[in-house]
């Protein structure tokens, strides 16, 4: 009667230490990884993820300025100027602080969780990409792309262009033109006069300051008072063109002002949402029930030793239960790992996406299981461990022996 009772009671223990071992590797794996906010981070850094956001981020940027009248700047310069004063840096920098506020708030050390991303260098970046697209182009670009043709304005365009060609195209025009009359029957002479020209063709206001620089410029050449000489000149185009750039960056900002805040931001709060306060809860316990669950086991495991027979059988037992379960999580992570990979390659062939997230994406799902399969390895260990510990308290080796074992083998 004595045996079946205690054979009842070591099945019990078993069950009770598989369902406590099962459970305390969730729950410790899930504290070292998925809640640990550290690994997280390092998770996100180490597998590139902020490389393959600010390479979509600029694909996205490419597809909104395509869908956009796009009237300060090419989008290839654009883009490249993001590129050149923006990286993956910017990405993570406004990625973790996040990151942090999220983790607070689900431990509970916070009421309300603020997301938010600071658009401000993405503005400037942009903004100034167009201004150097504009101090880079050829005058005849800029004529075709910034300035409407306006009443005799296309001639001075035009000649504008041949005339800074070479001093010898310059001298030949000057020679064989004089001011144009642009405003009513008057000549333009002044840069009130020019601005409030280039206003009349409808050059935006922050753009007028550089038109009128080159209006003045040809009328000034032209005109035989001035005596406007060749380099004189083309310095005074330089200094038009940078201060249409100049304007050009300041109406690409206000463009983008309009329509993306300095901060764009989201907030989540727990007071009226009851699963908010739940998950809150759920995570604040985690690390204690790993306590508890881990101090449970180790209680299960002296337990078995007391209804135990012998040591050995207690020691096999333990460990076959351990091995047993680190075998399965070892197993069940490795088949996880793969279904996840083929399911994540079929998805990108599906929607095919201009840049591949696929191996990122199987490295960061890969470093979380893979803290789920260390658990399992160490319980598959500490099994064998214990497997081994009870053969050798059979042969009545150690401390641990069965005590039957022990003495004869002193006797011997």
């Not at 996100?44 to 956001?53: I, S, T």
């Not at 204690?288 to 030793?305: D, E, G, P």
């Not at 399969?373 to 099994?383: H, I, Q, R, Y």
Request: no cysteine.
């Amino acid at each position: 009667m004595g045996k079946i009772v205690r054979g009842i009671g070591l099945t019990l223990l078993g069950l009770l230490l598989l369902l406590s071992l099962t459970t305390a590797t969730v729950t410790i794996g899930l504290d070292r990884s998925v809640l640990d906010d550290e690994f997280t981070k390092e998770t996100l850094e180490e597998e590139g993820v902020y490389d393959v956001a600010f390479e979509e981020g600029l694909q996205a940027l490419e597809e909104e300025i395509e869908d956009q009248e796009n009237e300060t700047g090419e989008i290839d310069a654009v883009i490249q100027g993001v590129e050149q004063n923006l990286s993956a840096t910017y990405i993570q920098e406004q990625t973790e602080p996040n990151i942090d506020r999220t983790y607070e708030f689900l431990d509970g050390e916070r009421d309300e969780l603020v997301l938010s991303i600071n658009t401000v260098e993405v503005k400037e970046a942009v903004s100034y990409s167009a201004k150097v697209e504009v101090r880079d182009s050829s005058y005849e670009e800029l004529f075709d792309e910034y300035i409407d043709d306006g009443e005799g304005f296309e001639e001075i365009g035009e000649q504008i262009v041949e005339m800074a060609e070479g001093e010898d195209d310059y001298e030949e025009i000057i020679a064989e033109n004089e001011p144009m009359d642009l405003n009513g029957d008057r000549v333009i002479d002044t840069r009130g006069d020019a601005e409030e020209y280039a206003d009349e063709i409808g050059i935006d206001e922050h753009l007028q300051g550089g038109v009128a620089g080159f209006i003045l410029a040809h009328q000034d050449a032209v005109d035989d008072e001035t005596e406007l000489e060749y380099d004189e000149y083309i310095d005074r185009l330089e200094e038009s063109q940078e201060d249409l750039a100049d304007g050009v960056e300041t109406l690409t900002r206000e463009e983008i002002d309009e329509s993306i805040d300095d901060v764009v931001s989201t907030e989540v709060t727990n007071n009226d949402d009851e699963d908010v306060a739940l998950v809150q809860s759920g995570v604040s316990m985690i690390g204690t029930v790993s306590i508890v669950l881990a101090a449970f086991s180790v209680l299960i495991a002296v337990l078995m030793f007391a209804v135990a027979e012998t040591r050995s059988w207690a020691l096999w037992e333990i460990g076959g239960i351990s091995a047993l379960v680190g075998g399965i999580w070892i197993l069940g992570i490795s088949t996880a790992e793969s279904f996840v990979g083929e399911t994540i390659q079929t998805v990108i062939e599906e929607e095919e996406p201009p840049i591949d997230p696929t191996e990122t994406i199987t490295g960061v799902i890969g470093r979380y299981l893979g803290v789920f399969s260390e658990m399992g390895m160490v319980l598959l260990l500490l099994g064998i461990g214990f497997v081994t510990l009870g053969i050798l308290a059979r042969k009545g080796v150690g401390p641990l022996a069965d005590p039957g074992q022990a003495d004869s083998t002193d006797k011997s």
